[in-house]
DNA sequence: GGCAGGTTGTTAGACCTTTTATTACCTGGT
DNA sequence: ACCAGGTAATAAAAGGTCTAACAACCTGCC
């Protein structure tokens, strides 16, 4: 017979005592600190690294790829051939980042590197037809995961979770935030 | 003078252009896709790693540290001692990245691995004085930067988010979703 | 034309994370 | 007492990310 204490049905037992300890902790030791704004943070990165975490295991790995390589393809597909700067800029990863990617996928054939035409330095990256099927193949698989870990909203609540998340976004400019170039 | 097309004022052009495009892209493609879901998802993955992005490049790479170390650092001045096993559940990583983490961060002196007396196989990491004092002079920048962030939101609204973020990890157990042994 | 300064993709070095395998240790049934 | 099976931490290999430095290339100004 389970006392209060050993709160056998909490749903997330380690990140609720963690969260609920770093906010006593820190308010203790800063009684001016933030506990909300911490909390928010704390959250957001959980949630996060969690949900990738689920879709990198459960689909890109067993699927021959990674959380990166999907995102890659997936850039490719929906905004067509990229030049690898202009990959960075929608990915928001680094050029040094892309390069890389670029090379693994180059390797397992799914995509290829053109020299541009209008300027010497430059390439451009094109999915080939493999790599145009695997990414309409993977897709449907993450979106179909994407759909399950919805259900945990509704209709509504998904809106303006998505609006919220913007809010933040749009936020970047006003405090200066430091963004990869 | 500029167009309506060149949207100079736009906040985050590259980032809408993709969401844009994407949706456009895969409902072509996937007439049964959920574009809302993909839109979420899309979404918090780009909040959680631009704001993690700005937290690590600005406040703990010049502080000769990393966001992980950060994280473990704060994991261990909130929650006290733990062993990897215990300090890798609150943070949701792997039983090996803590021991590559808390191996590095012994190196600088920041903690110390103390053997279990209970169980041979078993360690007990532990702030040293100056991981302790390390940690609260880097947490009162990251919560001052928390705060500037959180100026995105309504206090309302912060509650908010977190509840909807909160939502979608009770989720987890529903979808069996997969996380980290 | 020529050259200074900026841009492009790449590489090197440092760190992080995961999965898989290994070693040391504990525990419970015989 | 013993031994099979499980658990704790670690190591190895593969991949990803960043910054900084690089060579190749472009551009604009003289």
Request: charged share 20%; with cysteine; hydrophobic share 40%.
């Amino acid at each position: 017979m389970p006392t209060p204490d050993d709160a056998p049905n909490a749903v997330n037992p380690d990140y609720w005592q963690f969260a609920n300890a770093a906010a006593s902790r820190i308010s203790q030791e800063f009684p001016e600190c933030d506990v909300t704004a911490n909390r928010l943070f704390v959250t957001l990165f959980r949630a996060s690294s969690s949900v990738i975490y689920d879709f990198e295991s459960s689909i890109h790995r067993p699927a021959g790829g990674t959380w990166a390589s999907y995102r890659m393809l997936f850039a490719l597909w929906v905004a067509g051939p990229l030049t690898p700067h202009r990959a960075a800029e929608l990915m928001g990863m680094s050029r040094a980042a892309v390069s890389n990617l670029a090379g693994n996928l180059e390797s397992k054939g799914l995509l290829v590197k053109q020299a541009s035409e209008a300027d010497g330095r430059s390439l451009i990256l094109h999915l080939t037809d493999t790599g145009q099927t695997k990414i309409q193949e993977v897709f449907a698989r993450q979106n179909s995961r994407e759909n399950d870990w919805s259900q945990a909203l509704t209709e509504q609540e998904r809106e303006l979770l998505i609006s919220l998340l913007d809010k933040i976004m749009d936020h970047r400019t006003a405090i200066g935030a430091k963004t990869r170039k």
